[in-house]
């Protein structure tokens, strides 16, 4: 959307917000009004987030507090005023704990992370995202997915751990290309081309390396012309200075620089990005001996990052300042600032900081693994229409009352029960029509058995169920109430009522029976029952 579209948008929402009396109302027009400016003006979107949190404490309204709060902790940190952030933030997930909101949750969490990252606070950074992602994953929340793996890559990259950053990074692309979320996927491959653009540091081809980080660049660009912000665009170009700046292109490093100063003047509130860009100015001066330029803009740069609380940018400005005393042969100087710089740097690149991320990394990795490995066990023995178990895991139910029967003598019935005439379901209203029969039996089941009794899906219309603790006397009253359940029941489909009956074959079982000899006789039962005239319960003798 262009400035002009968006500010008549603005405005229209702006007549609501004063025609609406309810207060509700006025908080959720304020919501879309945070989100409508939130990137392109920041201080609006503060002004619109605080609104709304007034409006909702005065209405006693908690859904509308526990959002606001959490908007205005956003803006905070996209200004750059981390521990401004940090104190909404936590403050918005205890909230929405409170309301058991999973989704808010998980995006606070992911918040929290983001603003520990920018404090270098890395390893509470990546224990805050991995919560987020364990929340975003149970609930399917793609779009939360996506952010955290972002944030991950960022916080793997930031720790020169390359091979980690490229694969949560690319994960979390191909989710945003997936959903069209174009202006996330600006930021995404400037992530990716800023990962090449320090691989190439290390590499023994860095020309094939920066090639890489160039391309995703210029991919940035493109789509951010079209779908990003200012702020994007400011970071992309600042990155392709950066890239020049290593390949010693010095002049056309700083023409990458100026420019993304320019666009930061056009607009950008960012006073990290800002910090940056003055940072890498006066590194550019500073290779092309103009010291006193270079010194004012790490003046500046370095002011701005102290104001922010950003451990980061501090140390880059104190190393560039050290770098450029001693090329200006002021060694003392240069002493003194490397040493501030080096204190920050133990600070952030320990091997034991290191080790606790990667750990956290893996440890992750495994649960989603071991929870893979879970879900595909329980798909192994469930049935993927119904949902109970399949035949497999029937089975293995009734081995466990065996093993329980053989040590304490506990009694157990077999049931077997079919579905009268469903051929007939199929052939008159068609195969949608007898599954969804099948699926409304399968709850039937469930509902009308104890909660110690199992059921399960045998195959096409036949049900088997597992009577726990039961005689045949005793299993044949508990078979017999699922009967008329199922007669007293009228499937709707198609805008008219089906009658459903079933029939049933139980037997007890027995030492001196196999499992496989107690399943036959259950099923001789329903034979019975069947040509008996249906509808009806049979023990087997």
Request: hydrophobic share 35%.
């Amino acid at each position: 959307m262009d400035k002009n579209a968006l500010d008549n948008e603005i405005q229209l929402l702006e007549i609501k917000v004063r025609d609406t009396k309810n207060d509700r109302g006025m908080v959720d027009i304020l919501k879309e009004l945070y989100r409508a400016t939130q990137k392109v003006y920041p201080e609006k979107a503060l002004k619109y987030a605080q609104e709304a949190l007034e409006i909702s404490r005065k209405a006693e309204y908690i859904e509308g507090i526990s959002v606001s709060t959490s908007n205005i902790a956003s803006v905070f940190a996209l200004q750059g005023d981390y521990n401004a952030a940090l104190d909404f933030s936590i403050r918005a997930l205890t909230m929405s704990e409170e309301l058991k909101d999973d989704g808010q949750i998980a995006h606070n969490l992911a918040m929290i992370g983001e603003i520990y990252t920018q404090l270098s606070d890395y390893p509470k950074a990546m224990s805050n995202f991995l919560k987020a992602l364990k929340i975003a994953e149970k609930i399917e929340e793609k779009e939360l997915i996506a952010l955290v793996f972002h944030g991950i890559g960022d916080l793997f990259w930031f720790n020169h751990n390359y091979a980690e950053a490229l694969e949560y990074c690319e994960h979390s692309l191909k989710i945003r290309e997936e959903i069209g979320d174009k202006s996330t996927v600006v930021r995404l491959l400037n992530s990716i081309g800023s990962i090449y653009n320090d691989i190439a540091l290390k590499s023994e081809k860095p020309d094939v390396e920066y090639a890489k980080a160039i391309e995703y660049y210029e991919k940035a660009l493109e789509t951010g012309e079209k779908f990003g912000t200012i702020e994007d665009q400011a970071i992309i170009v600042n990155n392709i200075g950066t890239l020049r700046r290593r390949q010693e292109k010095y002049e056309c490093a700083l023409e990458y620089f100026l420019k993304g100063l320019k666009f930061l003047e056009e607009g950008c509130e960012s006073k990290k990005v800002i910090s940056a860009t003055c940072i890498n100015i006066g590194s550019v001066y500073t290779e092309l001996h103009d010291f006193k330029k270079g010194m004012q803009y790490f003046k500046k740069g370095l002011d701005i990052a102290k104001t922010i609380g950003s451990k980061r940018w501090v140390r880059n400005a104190y190393r560039n300042i050290s770098t450029a005393y001693e090329k200006s042969r002021k060694y003392k100087k240069a002493l003194e600032y490397y040493k501030l710089f080096k204190e920050i740097n133990d600070e952030l690149f320990n091997e034991k900081r290191n080790q606790l991320i990667t750990e956290l990394g893996k440890k992750y990795k495994t649960e989603k693994k071991e929870e893979e490995i879970r879900i595909l066990q329980i798909a192994e023995k469930t049935d993927w229409l119904t949902d109970l178990p399949n035949r497999k895991g029937i089975i293995l139910r009734i081995a466990e009352e065996i093993e329980i029967f053989n040590k304490k003598k506990k009694p157990f019935c077999i049931v077997i029960s079919d579905i009268d005439h469903f051929k007939g379901f199929n052939d008159k209203y068609g195969h949608e029509c007898g599954d969804s029969v099948l699926c409304a039996i399968a709850g039937i089941l469930q509902t009308s058995l104890r909660r110690a009794d199992y059921v399960g899906r045998w195959g096409g219309e036949e049900f088997l169920f597992l009577l726990s603790g039961s005689s045949i006397k005793s299993g044949m009253r508990v078979t017999e109430r699922v009967r008329q359940a199922v007669e007293e029941y009228k499937h709707e489909y198609n805008d008219g009522k089906l009658s459903i009956t079933m029939s049933f074959g139980i037997s007890e079982f027995e030492k001196k029976l196999s499992l496989d000899e107690c399943i036959h006789k259950a099923d001789q039962a329903l034979y019975i029952a069947k040509n008996a005239g249906r509808n009806c319960c049979i023990a087997a003798e």
